[in-house]
């Protein structure tokens, strides 16, 4: 979900892994790859980078979250940006 939210934001793609039995999905942009969940992990993830797309990021998710994580991303951006004016 996380990885949907920087992309709305950053654009770039959405790429995942497989992680256990499931997978993990993080971002790539301007050709850096960019992780902001990796710590949830207890092992080291073991990147395979393969494309993926916004439907099947979000089918890991549901509206709700999605959108409750990208007012509080948005809330947390300007926050940050009144602290340095």
Same mark, same amino acid.
């Given at each position: 979900?996380? $990885?949907?939210?920087?992309? /709305?934001?950053? @654009?770039? !793609?959405?790429?995942?892994?497989?992680?256990?039995?499931?997978? +993990?999905?993080?971002?790539?942009? !301007? @050709?850096?790859?960019? !992780?902001?969940? &990796?710590?949830?992990? &207890? *092992?080291?993830?073991?990147?395979?980078?393969?494309?993926?797309?916004? /439907? *099947? $990021?979000?089918? /890991?998710?549901? *509206?709700?979250?999605?959108?409750?994580?990208?007012? $509080?991303?948005?809330?947390?951006?300007?926050?940050?940006? *009144?602290? +340095?004016?």
């Amino acid at each position: 979900m996380t $990885a949907l939210v920087i992309q /709305d934001v950053y @654009g770039g !793609d959405i790429l995942k892994t497989k992680t256990g039995t499931s997978w +993990h999905f993080y971002n790539r942009i !301007d @050709g850096e790859i960019y !992780d902001f969940t &990796s710590g949830q992990f &207890s *092992e080291p993830i073991v990147y395979q980078h393969i494309l993926s797309s916004r /439907d *099947e $990021a979000f089918s /890991d998710t549901n *509206e709700h979250q999605y959108r409750f994580l990208k007012s $509080a991303f948005r809330k947390n951006m300007e926050t940050e940006r *009144e602290k +340095h004016l």
